[in-house]
């Protein structure tokens, strides 16, 4: 109720300044803009390690896991159904698990 009155006064003392005689106040507030929420599961999102000057994306490390799984280990990295990537650039190394099968590479 105490904020009606206030939204009174304030339209008494600016309305005629400012509004149109039809408009009060209250009716030049735009709502407010609805929060961004964060992709959902399988939404659109990029991640970027940047490391020595060098930038490295998600897909990046997965492919060429995938690559060394397949080409230096004899692996079928379409059948591989889990993915464990771990970056460690103090070592200069990124190691991955692909279906309980080690392995890494030079970044």
């Given at each position: 109720?105490?904020?009606?009155?206030?939204?009174?006064a304030?339209?008494?003392?600016?309305?005629?300044?400012?509004?149109?005689?039809?408009?009060?106040?209250?009716?030049?507030i735009?709502?407010?803009?609805?929060?961004?929420?964060?992709?959902?599961?399988?939404?659109?999102?990029?991640?970027?390690?940047?490391?020595?000057?060098?930038?490295?994306?998600?897909?990046?490390?997965?492919?060429?896991?995938?690559?060394k799984?397949?080409?230096?280990?004899?692996?079928?990295?379409?059948a591989?159904?889990?993915?464990?990537?771990?970056?460690?650039?103090?070592?200069?190394?990124?190691y991955?698990?692909?279906?309980?099968?080690?392995?890494?590479?030079?970044?």
């Amino acid at each position: 109720m105490e904020e009606a009155k206030k939204l009174d006064a304030i339209n008494e003392k600016v309305a005629p300044a400012v509004l149109k005689p039809e408009e009060t106040v209250t009716d030049n507030i735009a709502p407010a803009p609805a929060a961004e929420k964060a992709p959902a599961s399988g939404g659109n999102a990029c991640v970027v390690i940047q490391y020595a000057g060098r930038d490295f994306t998600y897909e990046e490390l997965i492919q060429n896991a995938k690559n060394k799984f397949q080409y230096d280990m004899g692996g079928d990295p379409e059948a591989v159904k889990n993915i464990e990537i771990y970056v460690k650039p103090e070592d200069n190394r990124v190691y991955f698990l692909m279906d309980g099968v080690q392995g890494s590479y030079d970044m």
